[in-house]
């Protein structure tokens, strides 16, 4: 699956390529679990191939992340999960989008992206 990533990333033409790979490193060294392979054309994470975070690339060019609970349907009523960051726009009672402005808004918010993508994962471990 690494190869796969690593193919995708050289051949992705998007006007903020490096956001997304600055992003990208974020994820992956917030916590050493997480995988990463291409689901909806764009880098996908997850844990034991249950994917929990997700790019959104297009259309256009922002750098925007979905943060889901998998394809596997749950109990959205009953989640709670509380975003100390301020950093998730809720669309969903179970889910939401994380959008960076620009490069200065990802070097801002890193740390507390981080701290938010670590608390994620714990949330929504089975």
């Given at each position: 699956?690494?190869t796969d990533v690593k193919i995708f990333m050289r051949d992705l033409t998007h006007?903020?390529?490096?956001?997304?790979?600055?992003?990208?490193?974020?994820?992956?060294?917030?916590?050493?679990?997480?995988?990463?392979?291409?689901?909806?054309?764009?880098?996908?994470?997850?844990?034991?191939?249950?994917?929990?975070?997700?790019?959104?690339?297009?259309?256009?060019?922002?750098?925007?992340?979905?943060?889901?609970?998998?394809?596997?349907?749950?109990?959205?009523?009953?989640?709670?999960?509380?975003?100390?960051?301020?950093?998730?726009?809720?669309?969903?009672?179970?889910?939401?989008?994380?959008?960076?402005?620009?490069?200065?808004?990802?070097?801002?918010?890193?740390?507390?992206?981080?701290?938010?993508?670590?608390?994620?994962?714990?949330?929504?471990?089975?």
């Amino acid at each position: 699956m690494a190869t796969d990533v690593k193919i995708f990333m050289r051949d992705l033409t998007h006007a903020r390529k490096e956001d997304v790979e600055n992003v990208r490193e974020l994820i992956l060294s917030a916590d050493e679990r997480l995988s990463e392979q291409i689901k909806w054309n764009a880098p996908s994470f997850g844990i034991g191939g249950d994917d929990r975070m997700t790019f959104r690339l297009q259309p256009g060019d922002p750098v925007q992340l979905i943060f889901h609970r998998g394809v596997k349907k749950r109990d959205a009523e009953s989640f709670v999960f509380e975003d100390e960051s301020g950093l998730l726009d809720w669309v969903a009672k179970d889910g939401g989008v994380v959008t960076f402005a620009d490069s200065d808004h990802v070097a801002r918010e890193a740390t507390d992206f981080q701290e938010l993508v670590k608390r994620w994962i714990r949330a929504i471990s089975d």
